[in-house]
């Protein structure tokens, strides 16, 4: 995991010490005492790292396309953790303006790359997601979200003693026919990957 978020301070991507924190950190503390790392802090930094990881032809194809809109479904739990995470984000070689948009109805999300469906309203949860599926959109469930299904990604609380890890699990099926890639590197940290994309899925 720690070649992950290596590769992003190689590029001065995200700042040393919040990156630092998250390496020698054993895990988010599971008792609600304070930490100098929260849960969202690392998810935020997840955020950021898949965002180099995967592929959308729209953004790709388009230079001038110069942001990227993640979408949050439910109440937003991140705080500033996602502003700070993605200061002087870039997109293949280009700076790009990461917004944060709050998804209500399939019409908010249409215009978003990533979807994250934090815990919530189960009901609005299913029919966005199952509105936007199969579009080029990247859709994550949040850990608390556990046992809805058709995301692309999942987060996990792993257990460790007194604290958890945060990992994910990817579902490949659920890329369908959206034209989005993943990029091998990602795949080979998740704790668990579902199906096989076509060849032409995967970069």
Not at 49 to 71: C, K, M, N, Q, T
Not at 173 to 179: D, F, I, R, V
Request: one cysteine or more.
């Amino acid at each position: 995991m720690l070649s992950f978020f290596i590769s992003l301070l190689l590029e001065r991507r995200v700042r040393i010490v919040c990156l630092l924190a998250v390496f020698l950190s054993t895990g988010v503390s599971a008792n609600g005492e304070s930490s100098a790392v929260t849960e969202y802090d690392v998810k935020a930094l997840y955020l950021r790292a898949f965002i180099r990881y995967i592929d959308w032809p729209r953004l790709s194809e388009s230079a001038d396309v110069h942001s990227l809109v993640i979408g949050i479904v439910n109440r937003n739990p991140f705080g500033g953790s996602i502003a700070k995470a993605m200061e002087d984000a870039s997109y293949k070689g280009r700076k790009i303006v990461v917004e944060l948009r709050s998804v209500e109805s399939a019409q908010d999300a249409l215009g978003c790359h990533i979807v994250f469906f934090a815990e919530g309203n189960q009901a609005k949860t299913l029919k966005i997601l199952e509105a936007i599926k199969g579009r080029e959109i990247f859709t994550i469930m949040d850990s608390g979200a556990v046992g809805v299904p058709g995301a692309i990604l999942q987060f996990v609380n792993e257990p460790n003693g007194d604290s958890f890890r945060v990992r994910f699990d990817v579902n490949l099926n659920e890329t369908g026919n959206s034209g989005l890639r993943v990029g091998s590197q990602m795949l080979q940290h998740a704790r668990r990957v579902i199906g096989r994309a076509p060849e032409k899925q995967m970069l």
